[in-house]
């Protein structure tokens, strides 16, 4: 795999002055998703890059020699966000009577006490309003005063939410809280809001969007644990676009949100896969296995299912300790390179893939005879010469093509006059105590003969 598994730039990015790659602001019509197009890698590397998402973070770099990190443009002021008017389709008419005015009341009191806003609908458009007007003037404003535009315009959205909660327009809400803390380089805000989103409207409107911005996230601070924290203090106290500490940890979870809240969702494969690659970037194969297992048996129509089968034989490779502990790593990486080849012929056509294939399947099939191999020398080691014969012939059988079978012949002749079994030592002591276990009964049959 010596090709970098990377994500394209999204396709509704949109540049203006300054702006390297700047996200365009939501609006109620858009269908905004990453590109999800990943290069096919070659087999043998045990270090894979993480995957490359939309790095439209841009500022100042975190060490001379390492990639840049990088803050946010607004986005296009005609870009307009969600509007009042068109989420008021969907809510339903205000209740009246005495029950729903004692509602009110007890929940005026409640957001007294707990210090959120209290439940208004009109407040809430006013203040739905407000917040898209800031919103959408921060786009002209430079760089550090849209940044504190956009923090304001976030804390208006939130009060909106606040004000209609279990609406539509709360979802729509916590996604303009979520874009504008992006914008602003609060990045674990902006997590927190899209989350939310996720985790309380579990079916909105907004899902995909919402997933397209926490993969964004996630791939930004996976970028920020590749550079590494030269800073002699081990957590993050200052820095709002990055989480208090394991960053890397923090991007994974992420990860693993997007297919929890939205399995069926278009980003849920994608995220698979990253916190797979990122795993394995992170030498802990194990987990890294069960992600892209989880990814062939989850998404068997997704584009990533070649990769999920490349680096899953690698990571089962990685993951085997050696001839004296468990073989169940070798089957499994076998099974999974016949599927390999019988899934995907196309790419075998590949001939720099496919001799790679081939240097697999040698690996597994050295592996395997050297385990049987270790097998025979430790029964001999016991003169167990019967059970060491076993294994030699398995080794002659199986891997004939191996090192292990010319020495497998070699002890088989020197050992062919031994006895099966070593001689009993003591054996007239071991007689004179009775057995413990107790004989079967003896049977006659009906001509004589002893049966049990």
């Given at each position: 795999?010596?090709?970098?598994?990377?994500?394209?730039?999204?396709?509704?990015?949109?540049?203006?002055?300054g702006c390297r790659c700047a996200p365009s602001a939501p609006r109620a019509a858009d269908r905004w998703y990453p590109a999800r197009r990943w290069a096919s890698p070659l087999l043998v590397v045990l270090l894979v890059p993480a995957v490359g998402g939309c790095q439209s973070?841009?500022?100042?770099?975190?060490?001379?020699?390492?990639?840049?990190?990088?803050t946010l443009e607004g986005p296009s002021p005609e870009n307009r966000p969600t509007s009042v008017s068109e989420t008021a389709q969907h809510e339903p008419a205000e209740e009246t009577g005495v029950r729903a005015a004692a509602e009110r009341s007890t929940n005026r009191l409640?957001?007294?006490?707990?210090?959120?806003?209290?439940?208004?609908?009109?407040?809430?458009?006013?203040?739905?309003?407000?917040?898209?007007?800031?919103?959408?003037?921060?786009?002209?404003?430079?760089?550090?005063?849209?940044?504190?535009?956009?923090?304001?315009?976030?804390?208006?959205?939130?009060?909106?939410?606040?004000?209609?909660?279990?609406?539509?327009?709360?979802?729509?809400?916590?996604?303009?809280?979520?874009?504008?803390?992006?914008?602003?380089?609060?990045?674990?805000?902006?997590?927190?809001?899209?989350?939310?989103?996720?985790?309380?409207?579990?079916?909105?409107?907004?899902?995909?969007?919402?997933?397209?911005?926490?993969?964004?996230?996630?791939?930004?601070?996976?970028?920020?644990?590749?550079?590494?924290?030269?800073?002699?203090?081990?957590?993050?106290?200052?820095?709002?676009?990055?989480?208090?500490?394991?960053?890397?940890?923090?991007?994974?979870?992420?990860?693993?949100?997007?297919?929890?809240?939205?399995?069926?969702?278009?980003?849920?494969?994608?995220?698979?896969?990253?916190?797979?690659?990122?795993?394995?970037?992170?030498?802990?194969?194990?987990?890294?296995?069960?992600?892209?297992?989880?990814?062939?048996?989850?998404?068997?129509?997704?584009?990533?299912?070649?990769?999920?089968?490349?680096?899953?034989?690698?990571?089962?490779?990685?993951?085997?300790?050696?001839?004296?502990?468990?073989?169940?790593?070798?089957?499994?990486?076998?099974?999974?390179?016949?599927?390999?080849?019988?899934?995907?012929?196309?790419?075998?056509?590949?001939?720099?893939?496919?001799?790679?294939?081939?240097?697999?399947?040698?690996?597994?099939?050295?592996?395997?005879?050297?385990?049987?191999?270790?097998?025979?020398?430790?029964?001999?080691?016991?003169?167990?010469?019967?059970?060491?014969?076993?294994?030699?012939?398995?080794?002659?059988?199986?891997?004939?093509?191996?090192?292990?079978?010319?020495?497998?012949?070699?002890?088989?002749?020197?050992?062919?006059?031994?006895?099966?079994?070593?001689?009993?030592?003591?054996?007239?002591?071991?007689?004179?105590?009775?057995?413990?276990?107790?004989?079967?009964?003896?049977?006659?049959?009906?001509?004589?003969?002893?049966?049990?």
């Amino acid at each position: 795999m010596s090709e970098l598994i990377r994500n394209q730039h999204p396709a509704s990015a949109v540049s203006r002055p300054g702006c390297r790659c700047a996200p365009s602001a939501p609006r109620a019509a858009d269908r905004w998703y990453p590109a999800r197009r990943w290069a096919s890698p070659l087999l043998v590397v045990l270090l894979v890059p993480a995957v490359g998402g939309c790095q439209s973070l841009t500022g100042p770099r975190l060490a001379d020699s390492g990639p840049s990190v990088r803050t946010l443009e607004g986005p296009s002021p005609e870009n307009r966000p969600t509007s009042v008017s068109e989420t008021a389709q969907h809510e339903p008419a205000e209740e009246t009577g005495v029950r729903a005015a004692a509602e009110r009341s007890t929940n005026r009191l409640v957001s007294y006490l707990t210090g959120r806003e209290p439940e208004n609908r009109e407040r809430a458009r006013q203040l739905y309003q407000e917040g898209d007007r800031v919103f959408q003037a921060a786009a002209e404003l430079p760089r550090e005063q849209a940044k504190a535009e956009y923090q304001r315009a976030a804390k208006l959205f939130v009060r909106a939410g606040e004000a209609h909660r279990g609406t539509a327009l709360e979802q729509d809400a916590l996604l303009m809280a979520g874009e504008s803390f992006f914008f602003a380089d609060r990045l674990t805000d902006a997590e927190e809001m899209f989350s939310k989103l996720q985790k309380e409207h579990p079916r909105n409107r907004h899902n995909d969007r919402a997933a397209a911005r926490l993969f964004e996230i996630s791939q930004f601070w996976i970028e920020t644990a590749k550079v590494g924290d030269r800073s002699w203090m081990p957590v993050n106290f200052f820095d709002p676009s990055r989480p208090f500490m394991d960053a890397d940890g923090h991007a994974i979870r992420v990860l693993d949100n997007i297919r929890y809240n939205d399995p069926t969702g278009l980003l849920s494969d994608d995220a698979t896969m990253a916190a797979g690659v990122e795993k394995m970037r992170q030498g802990r194969y194990q987990e890294a296995d069960e992600f892209f297992t989880d990814l062939r048996e989850t998404f068997p129509d997704s584009e990533h299912q070649f990769n999920a089968h490349i680096m899953g034989l690698r990571c089962k490779l990685l993951i085997y300790a050696g001839p004296s502990y468990s073989g169940i790593m070798l089957d499994e990486a076998e099974k999974l390179l016949r599927q390999t080849r019988r899934r995907f012929p196309d790419r075998l056509q590949d001939q720099q893939l496919s001799q790679e294939l081939t240097k697999v399947a040698a690996e597994i099939d050295f592996r395997k005879a050297e385990k049987l191999d270790h097998r025979a020398r430790y029964r001999e080691r016991r003169k167990e010469y019967g059970a060491a014969r076993v294994y030699y012939q398995e080794v002659l059988e199986k891997h004939p093509s191996t090192p292990f079978a010319a020495r497998a012949r070699e002890q088989m002749a020197a050992f062919a006059d031994r006895p099966d079994m070593p001689p009993k030592r003591f054996a007239w002591l071991s007689d004179a105590f009775p057995n413990e276990r107790r004989s079967k009964p003896l049977i006659l049959s009906e001509g004589g003969t002893v049966l049990r």
